[in-house]
């Protein structure tokens, strides 16, 4: 049964620092790899979506890699603002195509102080 | 440009009272799911529709049911509520034609408070 870690549960930083969120899972035949953002109260974001024949994906100041062998993905965020406080959640998934099951970590909450 | 709607936000029923909750998309995707989010704890998906043929997961309660009269809507039904059952729900899309994996789309949820 795969399961997923997220390391560290919480992190609080002051604005401007560069940091790394962590995400583990036991089984490593999975198809793909994703990060969300969950605000409070909100649905999910999809930030990022790697496949498993890739090394990593960026968008603006995010960069997630995944080393699919060692069953890990790291989310890094450049140069943190405030409006990056919110939950990152990443998830795992062993649909080829089409249907994805999802499996989710239980996330790190991240607050960013001016 | 709200593309995947869940109603209503916030759903308060008591103990043993049928709810349905609803969510409704404009993206015109062939795969709907259904999470179920309690507090500080991950996702977890309850079912799914891939076109009209429902998915259920092994441990998803009984009490858990879902329709989807088109490919714009899908509802979760949950005939008897229990405290357990206190949960933020959340709705998600993705399209699934032979152009491999697209990533989820998810709606903004629905707490359900138990009375």
């Known amino acids: 049964k795969q399961e997923v870690t997220q390391i560290p549960a919480a992190l609080s930083v002051p604005e401007g620092e560069n940091l790394v969120l962590n995400c583990s899972f036991t089984d490593s035949a999975i198809y793909n790899l994703q990060w969300f953002r969950q605000d409070p109260g909100k649905g999910l974001t999809s930030l990022l979506l790697i496949q498993s024949s890739q090394r990593e994906q960026t968008s603006g100041r995010l960069n997630a890699s995944l080393d699919k062998s060692s069953g890990r993905s790291t989310l890094y965020i450049a140069a943190s603002q405030p409006g990056d406080s919110a939950t990152y959640l990443c998830a795992v998934s062993r649909g080829e195509t089409g249907f994805q099951k999802l499996v989710f970590g239980t996330g790190t909450r991240l607050l960013v102080s001016p | 440009d709200a593309m995947v709607i869940q109603n209503p936000r916030y759903q308060v029923t008591q103990f043993g009272k049928p709810v349905t909750l609803s969510c409704s998309q404009t993206?015109?995707?062939?795969?709907m799911y259904w999470y179920q989010q309690k507090s500080s704890q991950a996702p977890k998906l309850l079912f799914h529709?891939?076109?009209?043929?429902?998915?259920n997961e092994a441990d998803t309660p009984d009490n858990f049911q879902s329709r989807r009269p088109n490919t714009s809507f899908c509802f979760l039904d949950i005939r008897s509520p229990g405290l357990g059952d206190a949960a933020m729900y959340l709705c998600?899309?993705?399209?699934?034609?032979?152009?491999?994996?697209?990533?989820?789309?998810f709606g903004d949820g629905t707490r359900l408070s138990i009375l």
């Open positions: 529709y891939y076109d009209k043929d429902f998915n």
């Open positions: 998600a899309t993705s399209r699934a034609r032979g152009v491999g994996v697209q990533p989820q789309h």
């Open positions: 993206l015109n995707h062939n795969v």
